[in-house]
């Protein structure tokens, strides 16, 4: 029996408009114990804050469920698709075209010293 989502109260959550916007790239199964949005908000609290994955609060999913679902759409190619998804509504939101017509490559030489360690 999957469980409902329950919200935590962590400045990484997504709000409602944010996870409607992603949710298609996480279908939810019936194998699944615990609700995509918990399992996304625990991988959003991670790479916001930096923790162990053992640090997980007990807010979210058990660790390992929330770094087998982190692995699974990492090599499904699910971040990636979302991302590029978001950029477009981004772009869109800004009256931009949803794809960059060109990138700007910025490079910098430094000047550096030819010299060895003297013995």
């Not at 019936?30 to 923790?51: F, M, P, W």
């Not at 058990?62 to 699910?78: K, L, M, Q």
């Amino acid at each position: 029996m999957k469980k409902e989502y329950q919200a935590t109260n962590y400045e990484s959550d997504l709000t409602d408009k944010q996870w409607e916007a992603i949710k298609e790239f996480f279908p939810s199964g019936n194998k699944s114990k615990y609700h995509k949005r918990s399992l996304v908000e625990a991988v959003l609290y991670i790479v916001k804050t930096g923790c162990q994955w053992r640090m997980l609060p007990h807010d979210y999913p058990p660790h390992d469920t929330v770094w087998s679902f982190y692995r699974r759409a990492r090599e499904n190619g699910i971040w990636d698709k979302m991302m590029k998804h978001l950029v477009k509504i981004t772009r869109k939101q800004a009256g931009r075209n949803e794809e960059p017509s060109y990138a700007l490559i910025d490079s910098q030489s430094i000047k550096t010293r030819c010299g060895g360690i003297k013995i």
